[in-house]
């Protein structure tokens, strides 16, 4: 049996007088990486947060597979295989970086030894080893992205949501980061969603993009076939004009 | 030395150093200090449990400390002067008569099952919400034993119970807490606990049932109230329901704070600390007294004085004097950078 698809259907998240997310579909594979990218306020990390059970839905479903997960607490969501990173950074501050990887394996059942050991390894995996023992809240920026994303990872998930992993880091950094996420679907048989700015790192990391401005998908596909695109174009230009 | 086992080994060590020195200097009133000292080790360190992987203070500790003092005091107190310590005791009690020790252990358990029953609805609230409950915890459990006379003798003073609590029971029962809050802090139930204190939100979405692991924290700390408050009922013999109320309260939290709640060094350098300053100015408010330099005794210099000390470390230092680092990995990280240094 093939591992169970990650699908949103039609799904719609209001937020006191705001349409969120106006009918968004996304379907997300094992071993594929999804770049969702759109203006600010298009509803990119109302969407990740609708999946992993942080905002309530208005209307549409979430499954894994043949299983409804709307309505789950984040919690049991979580324990099904879904991991995720936040677009402002969420560390254990007072505990060190070691514990804060170690707490995702101990969530899923690990023991304490197998657990720190298995943190080590993606400390390792990810750079990270020099500042295994120093407390969360004293990394810089890029680092603490990168904790972030090995905590997830420690949790060994079938799904790793990414909300704006490269925000803060510089050139070499968000190249390195680009290595080691587009190795993981292989590795790991994850499927990936991911969700930047950067766009030379979205065209060159992810094998599909959907685009969403104002709640709805207005565009998905290849890179070429996104960056070529009228709506998305519009949409881009508009909120550019909009910032000067 | 792995430096979990460091930090016990040092904190105990501390305990024992308080033994020997006591023990050497063979004066009375020492004795009495000392053996009030590893009491409250015993509770601050019960409230660390609690308050410090979860982050959530607790005004709640102290009613199980009484809790505990009366089980115990049920349990020893022998039956030819329960009649006259406790008239209106139920038959069924009258004759029961077991081991100091073994009634402080029960003490102990009885403090975590009432703690279980009362706490679990509780457990899901945070911030606000939460310590403002476990205030009404506090005066639920403070007004049970003002008015169940039956067993508490009400707001009365309770005679009669036997002492068994010498300066070494009460220093291995300190050392004993120690250990169980360092394990504690390290299990897999301490360290998800603490990831939820440091963010909810982030330690709900890798799958920790938070109230899960914020009431097996609060349980194990009720037992450690419970044992320590039989351990001190077994010392002073004598009791009312107001010796578990505001004022022990805030000694215990205030020993913690100081200390810094987050680290079981903080809670035994914070009651280290308080009782020493404590035991300081009562002596100068005696010497003060004793002058006659004011028409009226000088008196609560003692509470004023931990008032402002703690209010000066919530101000320089918010996190306590260890608010992050255990001693036994303050001194292995210090250990490893010097020996990078001369490398």
Redesign the interface.
């Known amino acids: 049996m093939s591992k169970p698809i990650l699908r949103a259907t039609d799904v719609v998240v209001e937020f006191t007088g705001l349409r969120a997310l106006d009918g968004v579909s996304l379907a997300l594979a094992p071993g594929e990486i999804v770049g969702l990218i759109g203006p600010n306020g298009s509803g990119k990390t109302t969407l990740i947060n609708a999946i992993t059970g942080q905002v309530r839905l208005a209307g549409g479903s979430i499954t894994l597979g043949d299983r409804t997960i709307s309505g789950l607490k984040p919690r049991d969501i979580a324990l099904l295989g879904l991991a995720r990173s936040f677009q402002i950074v969420r560390l254990f501050n007072e505990m060190t970086v070691v514990e804060n990887v170690q707490a995702a394996a101990l969530a899923h059942g690990a023991g304490t030894r197998a657990a720190r050991a298995t943190a080590l390894r993606l400390l390792h995996e990810l750079g990270l080893d020099a500042r295994a023992d120093e407390l969360g809240a004293s990394l810089s920026y890029g680092d603490k992205r990168r904790v972030e994303i090995a905590r997830a990872l420690a949790a060994d998930p079938a799904f790793l949501l990414l909300d704006e992993p490269a925000a803060g880091m510089n050139d070499a950094e968000t190249e390195a980061l680009l290595h080691t996420l587009a190795a993981l679907p292989a590795q790991r048989g994850l499927g990936l969603l991911i969700i930047d700015h950067d766009m030379g790192l979205m065209m060159r990391l992810c094998h599909r993009l959907q685009v969403l401005a104002f709640g709805k998908t207005i565009a998905a596909g290849s890179a070429d076939e996104v960056r070529r695109h009228p709506a998305v174009i519009e949409a881009y230009l508009g909120s550019e004009a909009a910032h000067a | 030395m792995n430096r979990h086992l460091l930090t016990a080994v040092l904190l105990s060590g501390l305990v024992v150093l308080l033994v020997v020195a006591t023990e050497a200097l063979g004066v009375r009133v020492f004795d009495r200090i000392a053996t009030n000292l590893c009491v409250s080790l015993v509770l601050v360190i019960g409230l660390q449990i609690f308050m410090g992987n979860s982050g959530i203070l607790s005004f709640a500790h102290i009613g199980f400390m009484g809790v505990g003092a009366y089980v115990s005091a049920l349990l020893t107190i022998p039956a030819q002067m329960k009649g006259m310590a406790l008239p209106d005791l139920y038959p069924i009690l009258q004759g029961i008569q077991v081991s100091p020790y073994l009634a402080i252990a029960l003490a102990g358990v009885a403090a975590a099952v009432v703690a279980a029953v009362m706490s679990y609805p509780l457990m899901r609230l945070s911030d606000a919400a939460a310590v403002i409950t476990s205030f009404a915890l506090l005066v639920v459990l403070h007004t049970v034993m003002t008015n169940w006379s039956n067993v508490t003798n009400g707001p009365r003073t309770l005679f009669g119970v036997p002492k068994a609590t010498d300066l070494l029971l009460a220093a291995g029962v300190a050392v004993a807490a120690i250990v169980g809050a360092v394990a504690f802090k ?3 139930t301490g ?2 606990l ?2 939820s ?3 909810e ?10 109230p899960h692991l914020r009431w097996r924290a609060f349980i194990v700390a009720a037992f450690f109230a419970g044992v320590g408050g039989a351990l001190w009922g077994h010392f002073v013999t004598s009791f009312s329901p107001n010796a578990f109320y505001l004022h022990q309260t805030f000694v215990i939290l205030g020993m913690l704070v100081i200390g810094g709640a ?1 680290t079981v060094t903080g809670a035994v350098v914070g009651a280290f600390l308080v009782t020493g300053a404590f035991e300081s100015l009562r002596s100068v408010e005696a010497r003060l007294n004793d002058l006659k330099l004011f028409n009226d005794q000088v008196v609560g210099l003692t509470e004023i004085v931990l008032a402002l000390a703690m209010i000066a470390v919530l101000i320089l230092r918010p ?1 306590g004097l260890f ?3 255990e001693i036994g990995a303050v001194l292995a ?1 210090a250990f490893a950078n010097k020996k990078k240094g001369a490398a």
Not at chain 2, 201 to 210: E, K, M, P
Request: charged share 30%; proline share 4%.
């Open positions: 390290e299990s897999r360290l998800l603490r990831a204190r440091d963010d939100v982030a330690a709900a979405a890798l799958g920790a049932h938070i987050n996190g608010p992050s680092r990280r």
